[in-house]
């Protein structure tokens, strides 16, 4: 079975600019999740969907990010306009709907010069 | 913000001793997760305990949890080199909540 896969793996900008990551979930996996996760700390949830809705975006900094998963299988985050403070790991997770266990995917690290 | 908080923030052992990682919290819990994450890599799930559990057992993991003192410990016995990672205890709370609340975790090395 495919783990969760995101792309790419590794991403340099300069700030101000756009960047967007993709996400594409365990098949069958209904829930789909984006954490940031900056150096030395935990991963902090971002936004959670199930199937094509967000259902807790609270977190979610709404004056330059935003998220879609359209027809509820992979996902994408976008930034727009990119800051020094954003360069992070943005690790997207799935997991059945129900279940408590979520599944990783390897990040996307973000450098933001 | 951080729910759970682990001790030590790093732990260094030799091969085949056992590694003790413990997690505090600071509200009522539904259930409460670690995961490994290993150097440029995503989380892996380890073992969930739900708060009516006390200890849980897989493999070379033991997992307790104390909900009078909010607090956890993840025991790994006979280390590896392998095991070398990042623990992280991961808090669910509120009914019907799937959201996880992540502590900074514990940086294990184990010396060969």
């Known amino acids: 079975e495919a783990g969760v896969v995101q792309s790419p793996r590794y991403k340099i900008i300069e700030k101000k600019q756009p960047v967007a990551f993709w996400c594409n979930p365990i098949s069958g996996h209904n829930t789909l999740y984006w954490y940031l996760q900056n150096l030395g700390q935990g991963p902090e949830l971002l936004i959670r969907?199930?199937?094509?809705?967000?259902?807790?975006d609270s977190q979610l900094p709404k004056d330059r990010f935003s998220a879609e998963r359209l027809k509820g299988v992979d996902s994408t985050l976008k930034i727009q306009p990119a800051e020094l403070g954003d360069s992070a790991v943005y690790l997207c997770?799935?997991?059945?709907?129900?279940?408590?266990?979520?599944?990783f995917g390897p990040g996307t690290r973000l450098l933001v010069l | 913000s951080q729910q759970g908080e682990e001790d030590p923030q790093a732990l260094s052992i030799q091969e085949g001793e056992n590694a003790t990682m413990n997690c505090s919290y600071k509200t009522s819990i539904n259930n409460l997760q670690w995961y490994r994450q290993n150097s440029g890599r995503g989380l892996v799930h380890l073992i969930l305990i739900r708060s009516n559990e006390r200890e849980k057992h897989s493999g070379r993991l033991r997992v307790t949890l104390d909900t009078s003192k909010k607090s956890s410990s993840l025991l790994i016995t006979a280390s590896r080199a392998a095991d070398t990672a990042s623990y992280f205890c991961a808090t669910s709370f509120g009914a019907g909540s799937y959201q996880l609340t992540f502590g900074k975790g514990t940086k294990l090395s184990v010396i060969p």
């Open positions: 997770a799935s997991s059945p709907t129900g279940l408590e266990t979520q599944y």
């Open positions: 969907y199930e199937n094509e809705e967000a259902v807790d």
